[in-house]
Each structure stands twice: as structure tokens, then as C-alpha cells.
């Protein structure tokens, strides 16, 4: 038994062992363009225009 415990051990210490940057590349990606949506979101939100008629018209029969 004890063999099978030592080949175990160090078949699991062989796989912990670092994989390379996959997971933070990916982590990195994810993160850049849920940022890039919101950023986009954030500034044309600014250039909207709000023609839709919802002062129900007050300035303009102010005018008149």
C-alpha cells in the first residue's frame, strides 16, 4: 500500500505544478471588455438626446 500512496502523492504534485497564464489571460480578457462595455455605456449615455417629448410641451406653449 504504501507504494500506491508514494505514486499517488506524486502524481498529484506533478499535476498542482503551474500550468502557465492560461487563467489570468482569460481572467484579464474578461475583465477588459466587461470594462470596455461599461466605458462605452458611460460615455454615450452623455450624447443621448432627450427628444422624446416628456416636458409634455411646457416651453413650448411658453413660447407660443
Same mark, same amino acid.
Given at each position: 500500500?504504501?507504494?500506491?500512496? @508514494?505514486?499517488?502523492?506524486?502524481?498529484?504534485?506533478?499535476?498542482?505544478?503551474?500550468?502557465?497564464?492560461?487563467?489570468?489571460?482569460?481572467?484579464?480578457?474578461?475583465?477588459?471588455?466587461?470594462?470596455?462595455?461599461?466605458?462605452?455605456?458611460?460615455?454615450?449615455?452623455?450624447?443621448?438626446?432627450?427628444?422624446?417629448? @416628456? @416636458?409634455?410641451?411646457?416651453?413650448?406653449?411658453?413660447?407660443?
Amino acid at each position: 500500500m504504501p507504494d500506491t500512496a @508514494d505514486a499517488a502523492a506524486a502524481l498529484l504534485a506533478a499535476a498542482a505544478a503551474p500550468q502557465g497564464l492560461g487563467d489570468t489571460l482569460r481572467i484579464v480578457l474578461l475583465v477588459s471588455l466587461v470594462g470596455g462595455v461599461l466605458l462605452a455605456w458611460f460615455l454615450l449615455r452623455g450624447y443621448r438626446t432627450d427628444d422624446t417629448g @416628456d @416636458d409634455d410641451g411646457a416651453d413650448r406653449d411658453a413660447n407660443t
